[in-house]
């Protein structure tokens, strides 16, 4: 059973950037089988995918966080990070890690076969 851990610095200030991680247990990021996805709910926006690694490090991201966002790895530590620079209130979310498995190809979050439990993010002054 696969098993996902975020974790996360919990209060940033405006403009900072915000670094999060992902542990992942009882699966490899390079299976190929599994795209590695970032996701963020908030009151305001509900759900909102963030982007995905896949197993042979490429990413892929929504067309209006690419620009804020970098989603990497480390093999060695099994864990997948998420970064978003110049954060602003908006960014308030909790931020979710989750594995689908079309490995890259497109996959509505329902078929998202695991989740981490979210760690929340505020963004404040």
């Known amino acids: 059973q696969m098993q996902l851990q975020e974790s996360g610095p919990g209060l940033v200030k405006p403009a900072q950037t915000l670094s999060l991680t992902c542990t992942v247990s009882g699966g490899s990021l390079t299976d190929n089988y599994y795209a590695w996805n970032w996701i963020r709910q908030s009151p305001e926006k509900g759900l909102e995918w963030i982007g995905f690694i896949v197993y042979d490090g490429s990413t892929y991201y929504s067309p209006s966080l690419k620009s804020r966002a970098t989603i990497s790895r480390d093999d060695a530590k099994n864990t997948v990070y998420l970064q978003m620079n110049s954060l602003k209130r908006e960014d308030t979310a909790v931020y979710y890690c989750?594995?689908?498995?079309?490995?890259?190809?497109?996959?509505?979050?329902?078929?998202?076969?695991?989740w981490g439990q979210g760690t929340q993010v505020t963004v404040s002054s």
């Open positions: 989750a594995a689908d498995p079309r490995g890259g190809s497109y996959c509505p979050m329902i078929d998202y076969e695991y």
